[in-house]
C-alpha cells in the first residue's frame, strides 16, 4: 500500500501538467486560426510573410493597409492622368493657335508691296510671284470707282486658276497704272474677299522686266528706261487700302 501509495500521487500530477500543457496548447493553435483569419495573412504572397518579426510596420495587418493605400494611390493618380489629356489638348491648342498667329504675322511683314497711282488715287500694290495674274479685291474696285469697267468672264472662257479661298467674280480688261513714272497698262481679275487690295502678277511682272532687289529693298522695273521703286512697309499698305 505504500508504494502503491507514492505511485499514484505522481501519476495525478503528470495528468495535470499534460491536460494543462494539451489546454495551453489548443488556446495557442486557436489564437492562430483567429489571428490568420483576422488579418488574411493567408492571402498575402510569401514574400510579403517573410519578414514577419516583432515590428509592428511588418505585421500582416498593417502589409495589407499599405498596400491598399497602395492601390487607391494608383486609382487617383490614373483618374487624374485621364484628366489631364483635355488640359493638355487645350494647352496644344493655344500654342497651335500662337504658332499661326506668329507665322501669319511674319508672312505679312515679307509682302513686298509698292507704291502706285490709279484712277487719280494712291494704292499699294503686293509683288505676288506666286500668281499668274493681277488681282483686285472688289473693294478696291469700289474704291477706285471702277466698278463699271467690270466684266464678267465670258462662258466660253477657261477656268482660270487662282489660289486656294479665291474666287474671280470678273475681269478689268484694260487697267492703267503708274508705277513711280513708267506707266502701266494691264488686265486685272477681281476676286471676292482678298485681303491684298492689289497685286501685280507674274504675267504683268514679266512685261516690265522687273527685278527684285532684297538687298537694297527696291523693285527694278521699265522696259526701256529703268526705274528703282523702294518698297513700302505692309502697315502704310494697309492705310492705303
Known amino acids: 500500500m505504500f508504494y502503491s501509495g507514492i505511485l499514484t500521487e505522481p501519476s495525478r500530477k503528470e495528468v495535470e501538467i499534460r491536460e ?9 493553435m486557436k489564437q492562430a486560426v483567429q489571428f490568420i483569419h483576422k488579418d488574411s495573412a493567408d492571402l498575402l504572397p510569401l514574400d510579403g510573410l517573410k519578414k514577419l518579426g ?7 495587418h498593417n502589409i495589407l493597409q499599405k498596400r491598399l493605400m497602395e492601390t487607391n494611390l494608383s486609382k487617383l493618380r490614373g483618374s487624374r492622368g485621364s484628366r ?8 496644344q491648342t493655344k500654342l497651335n493657335q500662337t504658332k499661326l498667329g506668329s507665322s501669319g504675322k511674319t508672312e505679312d511683314e515679307e509682302l513686298i508691296v ?48 487662282l489660289p486656294s479661298k479665291v474666287r474671280a467674280i470678273g ?41 527684285i532687289n532684297m538687298e537694297k529693298h527696291h523693285l527694278v522695273l521699265g522696259q526701256t528706261d529703268r526705274e528703282e521703286i523702294p518698297f513700302v512697309g ?3 499698305a494697309e492705310a492705303g487700302e
Open 20 to 28: 494543462a500543457a494539451s489546454l495551453r496548447q489548443q488556446r495557442r
Open 54 to 60: 516583432t515590428s509592428k510596420d511588418t505585421q500582416p
Open 84 to 91: 489631364s489629356p483635355k488640359g493638355d489638348l487645350s494647352s
Open 114 to 161: 509698292v507704291s502706285c497711282q490709279c484712277a487719280g488715287k494712291e494704292l499699294k500694290a503686293v509683288v505676288d510671284t506666286g500668281s499668274q495674274h493681277n488681282l483686285m479685291s472688289s473693294a478696291c474696285l469700289d474704291r477706285l470707282g471702277l466698278k463699271e469697267h467690270l466684266k464678267a468672264f465670258p462662258v466660253e472662257d477657261e477656268v482660270v486658276s
Open 171 to 211: 475681269q478689268i480688261e484694260c487697267l492703267s497704272l503708274t508705277v513711280g513714272a513708267v506707266p502701266v497698262e494691264c488686265a486685272a481679275l477681281v476676286v471676292e474677299d482678298n485681303e491684298q487690295p492689289f497685286s501685280f502678277g507674274l504675267q504683268t511682272l514679266k512685261s516690265l522686266k522687273c527685278v
Open 234 to 236: 505692309v502697315d502704310s
